[in-house]
């Protein structure tokens, strides 16, 4: 707590000690006030409130030893979450919005949200004090497939062979790990496609086997999938770019090695019509761009270019699937990923669900040279990503979680990551598995 006096008290009291000359039996009385003490605080300074409250659900109170009431309060703008509440001139603290537990919106996502309070005496001194208000979960109604975790326990299918990329003369077995929920009466499930990180040189996709099993418990099929990594390094924006379209290439023959499944046979579960891709950092990148580069849109760098031409063209040649069987997605969630080109987002991008950190130093949040390998390539990143579409798609085709003021890269908590998957999910609900007529 910080104890402040007003600015005229203690001007009064500096003009008393000035002139009143040293001490004896004739010093004259104190003035009233010149050395006002501020209000002591007598509430809690921890609150727990229920989703949803609308009206206020605390209320300050404070004492004055010299009795200097009545007392005025204010909500201080130094409270990390201070923005988010209003208090009347009493002391009845209330939200300005309705909190939802499920949305958090408080710094840390973290559903603690911390208020700096102060209270001012009838004198003018005053006391500033430190509020945490910890909104509770309530139960909102029967869980939303896709949304919410409705199923308990999953099943996995591992070591499912996809396809084959090439690596020189050789070439690089690619699988992928399928996972859904047990006990579910659907045969066929919408399907989320999981890609790793690791700057096209690390990684693998049994680092993301917990998201899945949560998009399993959700109702999703859930699909981990390797792709070609870069033998070493990038060191130009040329081999970066080639290390994208390689991934880009794999995660679209796994699309369509899905799709195949669901034309033909239905081993796993998947609802073609209803296929969407999560990515984190370079799957990330993946990602974004299946969401917004389509076959008949040019490619930035004539190095991605050429590769291309010589390489399969948009479908690549991961598997002998393409041209026969689409590669077509319907939504995207991007973690901290980027594009190459803000002219690939247009009227026919995907819904997309961004999340990023606003001063990422691997993947920017705008549009800047890249930070996991210093090569200078210019990406596209989310925040950028969300002026797109913003301007050139529909504020309905997109849900954003942008981490404002932090120094990051990927750094979602367990909160902030649940809250990605939960509004991702109602979101490729309403745009996609259960649009409204």
């Known amino acids: 707590m910080r104890q402040f006096r007003s600015g005229a008290l203690l001007a009064s009291a500096f003009l008393f000690a000035a002139c009143s000359g040293g ?46 009431t009545p007392f005025s309060w204010a909500v201080s703008d130094q409270g990390t979450d201070s923005s988010f509440f209003e208090i009347t001139g ?43 208000v910890r909104v509770q979960n309530i139960d909102d109604g029967d869980p939303v497939r896709y949304v919410d975790e409705v199923f308990t326990d999953t099943f996995v299918t591992r070591n499912v062979q996809y396809g084959e990329g090439k690596r020189g003369s050789s070439s690089v077995p690619l699988f992928m790990d399928v996972f859904g929920p047990s006990g579910d009466a659907e045969v ?86 209803k296929v969407f891709v999560f990515g984190v950092s370079a799957g990330a990148v993946v990602a974004a761009t299946m969401a917004t580069f389509e076959d008949d849109e040019t490619f930035p760098s004539q190095a991605g270019r050429d590769y291309l031409a010589a390489n399969g063209g948009y479908e690549g040649e991961t598997n002998d699937l393409g041209g026969s069987v689409s590669s077509e997605i319907q939504g995207v969630i991007s973690l901290s990923g980027a594009i190459l080109d803000a002219d690939w987002i247009d009227a026919d991008s995907k819904p997309i669900y961004i999340a990023h950190d606003e001063f990422d130093p691997i993947v920017p949040c705008g549009t800047s040279a890249e930070g996991a390998h210093n090569t200078g390539l210019v990406v596209v990143g989310g925040c950028s990503m969300i002026e797109g579409y913003d301007m050139r798609n529909s504020t309905e085709n997109f849900r954003t979680l942008i981490k404002i003021g932090n120094v990051g890269h990927v750094s979602f908590n367990a909160a902030e990551f649940d809250r990605i998957i939960s509004e991702s999910g109602q979101l490729f609900l309403d745009r996609v598995i259960e649009p409204a007529p």
């Open 23 to 68: 001490g004896g039996s004739d010093e004259p009385e104190p003035l009233r006030g010149g050395n006002n003490i501020a209000p002591t605080v007598t509430s809690a300074d921890i609150v727990n409130v229920d989703e949803n409250v609308a009206g206020g659900f605390y209320q300050a109170s404070a004492t004055d030893p010299e009795g200097d």
């Open 90 to 132: 009493d002391g009845e603290l209330s939200f300005i919005d309705a909190p939802d537990f499920e949305s958090p919106r408080d710094e840390n996502a973290d559903n603690e949200y911390l208020v700096e309070l102060e209270v001012r005496d009838a004198l003018g001194a005053i006391r500033f004090f430190s509020l945490r």
């Open 188 to 273: 066929l499930r919408p399907t989320m496609i999981l890609v790793h990180g690791g700057g096209f040189t690390g990684g693998n996709r049994q680092e993301l086997e917990e998201a899945a099993e949560s998009f399993a418990r959700r109702g999703y099929t859930a699909v981990t999938v390797d792709y070609r990594l870069l033998e070493r390094a990038p060191q130009t924006e040329d081999e970066l770019t080639i290390g994208a379209i390689e991934a880009f290439h794999d995660v679209l023959a796994a699309v369509r090695f899905l799709q195949q499944d669901f034309i033909t046979q239905e081993i796993y579960g998947v609802d073609g019509e």
